[in-house]
């Protein structure tokens, strides 16, 4: 089958980049990836830049143009639906989505952290300075719920001495094994 992908992305972008080099015209087991579109909603993020290397232009939707979270979620799912995209990657998404999209688009997302623990935006942080010998990342289903849904992959690491810098990068090369390798779960 030829697997149709969106990735939706808000910043630095390295997560899309590694989806491009490691599923974009590639096959994989019995299955072909694409990447038909590349969405953010920041006009400045250099993710934009990381797409142009594969030749695909970023469609760019600020959220600061729309009254509410509903009606720039409807051009989300728009957008979305017009790609074909049969899955929706949500790679550093930084928008709290609401049931318009959540009822509409089968997605998943990527969250550095051992969830259910250290939800939000500051998961990386919460997680380096808590108590716990582990730590590591998550990829799960898009539900209502903030990070909430269920949970696809999970790859964990021992804390031990790192610095947090240390322990960001390790997290930031998990997160790059655990998302494409659950895109290929999802459809083998
Ligand atoms: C990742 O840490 C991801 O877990 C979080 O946002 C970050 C995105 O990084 N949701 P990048 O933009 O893909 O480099």
Redesign the pocket.
């Known amino acids: 089958m030829l697997v149709k992908l969106a990735v939706l992305?808000?910043?630095?972008?390295?997560?899309?980049?590694?989806i491009l080099e490691k599923l974009h015209q590639k096959t994989i087991a019995k299955n072909s990836y694409e990447v038909v579109l590349c969405l953010c909603n920041n006009k400045e993020?250099?993710?934009i830049q990381r797409a142009k290397k594969y030749n695909l232009k970023s469609i760019i939707i600020d959220h600061k143009n729309y009254k509410t979270r509903e009606e720039f979620d409807e051009v989300l799912v728009q957008k979305i639906q017009e790609s074909k995209a049969d899955l929706t990657i949500?790679?550093?998404?930084?928008r709290i989505l609401s049931p318009v999209f959540t009822k509409q688009i089968k997605a998943i997302?990527?969250?550095?952290s051992l969830l259910p623990l250290f939800k939000g935006t500051n998961?990386?942080k919460q997680s380096y300075q808590s108590d716990m010998k582990v730590a590591g990342?998550s990829v799960h289903w898009v539900s209502e719920e903030l990070d909430g849904g269920e949970i696809i992959t999970q790859k964990a690491f021992e804390k031990h001495n790192l610095s947090f810098e240390q322990f960001e990068e390790k997290?930031?090369a998990l997160?790059h094994e655990i998302l494409p390798l659950s895109v290929v779960k999802i459809f083998s």
């Open positions: 992305f808000s910043g630095n972008g390295s997560n899309l980049e590694n993020a250099l993710g949500l790679a550093g998404f930084m997302n990527l969250h550095p998961a990386i990342v997290i930031h997160e």
